[in-house]
Nanobody, 119 residues
């Protein structure tokens, strides 16, 4: 299974970006799609997650500004980021928890996409 993230870039504070992540390979079932981020010198943190049953969680720092959505038919997850702040600057990673053949659940990670928000 491979995850390919895209959509990062440089944006001014108050601007918007939309991240995408698509999974390919031998996928039996996707249980969770999520976005994490890691800023320089900080630990990786959960930004938003959406489950197979469409339960959604957001980090408090992004509530009301970011929206996660999924297209299950395309194995794709999106993160719409509005009202961006300089503190949102980070490398953003997508993560899928996937059931593979044999019934095992495995976390797969994308390669990361850099979001830079200038003040």
């Amino acid at each position: 299974v491979q995850l390919q993230a895209s959509g990062g870039g440089l944006v001014q504070a108050g601007g918007s970006l939309r991240l995408s992540c698509v999974a390919s390979g031998s996928i039996f079932r996707i249980n969770v799609m999520a976005w994490y981020r890691q800023a320089p010198g900080k630990q990786r943190e959960l930004v938003a997650a959406i489950t197979r049953g469409d339960k959604i969680n957001y980090a408090d720092s992004v509530k009301g500004r970011f929206t996660i959505s999924a297209d299950n038919a395309k194995n794709t997850v999106y993160l719409q980021m509005n009202s961006l702040k300089p503190e949102d600057t980070a490398v953003y990673y997508c993560m899928y928890n996937i059931m593979v053949l044999g019934g095992r659940y495995i976390d797969y990670w994308g390669q990361g996409t850099l979001v830079t928000v200038s003040s």
